[in-house]
Every structure is written in C-alpha cells, then in structure tokens.
C-alpha cells in the first residue's frame, strides 16, 4: 500500500484546510485509515480515524466537532477537512493505514509522506 498526503499549506488562526491521503494500492478499501499530527520537536500524535466502509469514524477530543474525514473508496482517497484551526494545530500530518484502529502510530503498517499545516496568527 502506498499513501500520498497533500493539501497543507499556510493558514490563519480560524481558518480551513483540507488533506488528501490517495493510495495507489488495490488494498485501499480493505484498510482503515487514520491521520497523525508531528508537531515540531514533538512525538506523533493521533488526529482522527475511518473504517474501511467509511461508515465508522473517531477522533481524537482537541480536534473532535472541527475535523472531519471522509474517504472516497472509487477514487482510493481519503479527505481531512480541517475546520476552526489553531496554533495548536500546527505539525505534520501524515496518513496512515492498516487492519487495526489505535492511537499509537506504531501499530501502523503504511504511512504516507507527510504534509505540513501551519496556522498563525
């Protein structure tokens, strides 16, 4: 499986982004996806999760009622809308996939490259 994130960039407090994590693998529906957050000098944290079917979603609370992520199983992406944001916010995202929904990112077979989001004032 191979993930590819995109869509950071640079935004003010209050603003929106939206990530994409596309996969070119055929295993794409099989998995569960989830999203990390790196902030500088800091361990990666867990931002949010779906279930294969879509049907199925969790998040972490700082980010809960502000992102949203989805998943398109036609076009092997998956979409972090990113609502609200913060300073707080600011890191690398990275995407993630794999049989198994947890918050540690160790338990993660597949990681895409990495997107970074910052957010100013």
């Known amino acids: 499986v191979q993930l590819q994130a995109s869509g950071g960039g640079q935004v003010q407090t209050g603003g929106s982004l939206r990530l994409s994590c596309a996969s070119s693998?055929?295993?794409?529906?099989?998995?569960?996806i989830a999203w990390f957050r790196q902030p500088p000098g800091q361990e990666r944290w867990f931002v949010a999760a779906?279930?294969?079917?879509?049907?199925?979603?969790f998040y972490a609370d700082s980010v809960r009622g502000r992102f949203t992520l989805s998943r398109d199983n036609v076009e092997n992406t998956a979409y972090l809308q990113m609502n609200s944001l913060s300073s707080e916010d600011t890191g690398v995202y990275y995407c993630?996939?794999?049989?198994?929904?947890?918050?540690?990112?160790?338990?993660?077979?597949?990681w895409g490259q990495g997107t970074l989001v910052t957010v100013s004032s």
């Open positions: 779906i279930t294969p079917s879509g049907r199925s979603t």
């Open positions: 693998g055929r295993a794409f529906t099989d998995y569960n």
């Open positions: 993630a996939s794999g049989p198994e929904i947890r918050r540690d990112p160790a338990i993660w077979p597949y």
